[in-house]
């Protein structure tokens, strides 16, 4: 006879303690072997990594599922290791949700999403990736910080990497959704990222001379008071971060950058100038 199959998620509903999760799991499993029953289940150490689907509709959530069912099937099907997803208005408009959680859950696995069908901008996360083996995100270079000249605000509405922000919730954009109906809107990330180490950066085309540009830097990601707003969020110390903004602006970069946690800006530049012969400006105050 054929042998069942089921598919099996083991949580704790953001409610009991994880240590639960851990025994019952093993129970459950080994009661289902011993029925031989075979099981089709996320390997442990992704238990109870989703994020919080907070007030999400399901029929939402239904949408977001199945559009991120078809992209695995596509991205392996044609070996792809990275995307840039043209992710408003076109999605919200005709399939009625954010692409958000559905690129943080992949640039989570080490396969970088970038918005807006920014190029340069994955492949500057997927250098950061590669230089320190860990998840990147894309974010705005966004406000000032208060009246402190070395520190701004990292924002986006909400597709960085879980690993990022530990208090995690799937939320609906609000930026996007004055204008495109907060009901379409269903997907966007919220929450914010933990003081630590940062390096950034990004890669830009010289159309015009036919050559390739490149920053990187390192600072700092802070626990400074952060007003509350919705999105992906992190506040960043920068020394001399006037003069990288400066550079920034006179060479045609735009606003997006790369982040890690992590400390790789001299890997990044020789890996640029050496190897990739590209024109790169490491910053340093």
Known sequence: MKKTTLGVIV???????????????????????????????????????????????????????????????????HSIDATAIQCWSSLQHNYGVNVCTIMSMMSEKLMPSACEVDIAGVASMYALQLASGKPSALVDWNNSYNNEPDK????????????????????????????????????ALDGRTAAGPLTFTHIDTDDRHGRINSYVGEGR?????????????????????????????????????????????????????????????????
């Open 11 to 77: 949580g704790n509903r953001a409610f009991f303690p994880d240590k639960f999760v851990i025994e019952g799991r093993k129970e459950i499993l080994a009661i289902l072997q011993r029925w031989e029953i075979e099981v089709i289940i996320l390997d442990a150490t992704s238990t109870d990594t989703m994020a919080n689907a907070g007030s999400t509709p399901p029929a939402s959530l239904v949408l977001m599922a199945k559009l991120d069912i078809v992209r695995n099937d596509w991205m392996n099907e």
């Open 152 to 187: 701004c605000i990292y924002y986006y509405c909400g597709n960085w990497a879980k690993s990022f922000v530990s208090e995690i919730q799937i939320v609906a954009a609000e930026v996007l959704g004055s204008t495109l109906g907060m009901e379409n809107t269903w997907g």
């Open 221 to 285: 990601l802070t626990d400074d008071y952060l007003s509350a707003m919705s999105g992906t969020r992190a506040v960043v110390e920068v020394v001399g971060l006037q003069k990288l903004m400066r550079y920034i602006c006179k060479n045609g970069f735009a606003h997006h950058v790369a982040m890690s946690q992590s400390n790789v800006a001299s890997i990044l530049t020789e890996a640029f100038d050496t190897y990739l012969n590209w024109n790169v400006y490491q910053h340093a105050s």
